[in-house]
């Protein structure tokens, strides 16, 4: 059975950085690309940013892009989120997610496996 487990949420002040971790278990880690969505309240799930199977491509959300990065180690199942210049605008639950697929899935329609998801406040 496939688990995701979120870390790395908190409070921050705009311009400021945080990494999200997303450990997984349950099967071949490295077979699998990855993504990030988060979700405010009131608002729709919003895709942020996916990665390949090999961590050699990656796509952003506008919103994020140039400011997220999202990254990779197969060796130790573990994908990862650096956002720096946060924004309050970026306050939402972040939730890493797993497809079936090894390409890139930008629509959370593509992926079949969820975290609980780690709260994230920028404060203005």
């Known amino acids: 059975q496939v688990q995701l487990v979120e870390s790395g949420g908190g409070l921050v002040q705009a311009g400021g950085s945080l990494r999200l971790s997303c450990a997984a278990s349950?099967?071949?880690?490295?077979?699998?690309?990855m993504g990030w969505f988060r979700q405010a309240p009131g608002k729709e799930r919003e895709f942020v940013a996916a990665?390949?199977?090999?961590?050699?491509?990656?796509y952003y959300g506008d919103s994020v892009k140039g400011r997220f990065t999202i990254s990779r180690d197969n060796a130790k199942n573990t994908v990862y989120l650096q956002m720096n210049s946060l924004k309050p605008e970026d306050t939402a639950v972040y939730y890493c997610?797993?497809?079936?697929?090894?390409?890139?899935?930008?629509?959370?329609?593509?992926?079949?496996?969820w975290g609980q998801g780690t709260q994230v406040t920028v404060s203005s």
């Open positions: 990665i390949d199977w090999s961590g050699g491509n990656t």
């Open positions: 997610a797993e497809s079936n697929y090894g390409t890139v899935r930008l629509s959370w329609r593509g992926y079949d496996y």
């Open positions: 349950g099967r071949t880690f490295s077979s699998y690309s």
